[in-house]
């Protein structure tokens, strides 16, 4: 499949900060580096997940449901016999004005990360985990292939969209993984 116009865009204008986040995250080559990571993606998707299920998404997005993951982290956590609790909590930034434009940028990141999931399920794996050892959130996000295929094919048909406006909220939810990684 090739990337739409709209991806590429999306891509290029995100390329350097997910870049530093895929450095923050790292490799995660032991357990305790591994709880970091999940308790790095509690404080990122936790607030962004909360504001998504609390938002009616447009008309336009047909039957699109995002891909909540949060209940799953915290599960993996207990799993570990980390507590939930433990968890940095990052301030999110509220979505202002959860148009389709901000959204789609908001879920270009959030739908985007199951294709990198699919690379940490075999590092997780190395660590001998799974889905029901610590990795159901890796397992739940990279199984299946549907939800970002929808997204990608949301976004490519999505009409009047303010490309700066959809960059900025890409950015804007990239940072605040960032910084809730920073903070685990």
Not at 21 to 31: A, K, N, P
Request: aromatic share 8%; with cysteine; proline share 4%.
């Amino acid at each position: 499949m090739s990337m739409s116009a709209r991806r590429q865009f999306l891509r290029e204008r995100t390329g350097p900060i997910h870049q530093r986040l895929d450095e923050c995250v790292g490799t995660f080559s032991d357990i305790p580096a591994y709880l970091r990571y999940i308790r790095g993606m509690l404080g990122f998707r936790r607030p962004i997940e909360a504001e998504l299920a609390a938002t009616r998404l447009p008309a336009q997005f047909g039957n699109f449901t995002p891909n909540y993951l949060a209940d799953a982290l915290e599960r993996d956590l207990a799993a570990l016999g980390a507590s939930p609790a433990a968890t940095a909590r990052s301030e999110a930034k509220p979505m202002s004005k959860l148009c389709a434009d901000r959204l789609l940028g908001t879920l270009y990141v959030l739908e985007g990360s199951t294709l990198g999931a699919r690379l940490l399920v075999r590092r997780a794996a190395a660590l001998g985990l799974h889905a029901g050892n610590g990795a159901e959130h890796l397992q739940k996000q990279s199984s299946d292939l549907g939800n970002w295929n929808a997204f990608a094919a949301l976004l490519d048909s999505a009409r009047e969209v303010d490309d700066e406006t959809m960059a900025q909220a890409a950015l804007a939810t990239f940072a605040h993984a960032l910084d809730a990684f920073e903070k685990a």
